[in-house]
């Protein structure tokens, strides 16, 4: 009857055991077969969110601008031509009214006027930009 409860018992203790390794192997093979998509995701999202919290309110929900706040970024031809490091650059400074490349008379202020945004914000809200662009 001993015997018969330490078999039970172990074999208890190893299906549980083999239960656990299982979970694990999957969960690691699904982060290596696609890690470049898994932060590409993630930094988007967490574009999304400064989007919502500083852009949104001059650019818009769908990016295309609020009249006499924000210029309309799904016809910029600007955005379209620049690379994601130029638009990072260009969001560190933003544009006056005095700037000869501005064309609405408002100004774009730096960091969208929310100087607690880090590189890693602009560069993250780079990539959702685009998403919001292409649609
Ligand atoms: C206070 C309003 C305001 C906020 C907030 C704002 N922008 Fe702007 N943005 C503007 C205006 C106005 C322009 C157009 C300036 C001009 O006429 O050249 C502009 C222009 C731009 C452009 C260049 C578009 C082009 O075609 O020249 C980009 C890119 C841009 N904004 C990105 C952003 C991002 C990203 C954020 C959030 C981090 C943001 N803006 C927040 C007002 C704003």
């Known amino acids: ?20 390794g299982g979970e694990e192997e999957a969960a690691t093979t699904k982060t290596t077969d696609a890690p470049q998509v898994d932060s590409n995701m993630l930094a988007r999202a967490k574009g999304k969110q400064v989007f919502k919290t ?11 601008g609020i009249e006499g706040l924000g210029k309309n970024w799904t016809t910029s031809e600007y955005i379209a031509s620049s690379t994601d490091d130029e638009l990072v650059e260009f969001l560190k400074v933003g544009r006056t009214i005095e700037d ?18 880090t590189d890693d914000d602009l560069r993250n809200v780079v990539l959702y930009m685009r998403k919001l662009i292409e649609g």
């Open 54 to 64: 500083t852009c949104v309110a001059c650019h818009g929900e769908d990016g295309k």
């Open 100 to 117: 000869p490349a501005n064309s609405t008379g408002v100004a774009m202020p730096p960091r969208g006027g929310n100087p607690s945004l």
């Open 1 to 20: 009857m001993k015997t018969t409860l330490t078999v039970l018992a172990i074999s208890g203790a190893l299906a549980f055991f083999a239960g656990c």
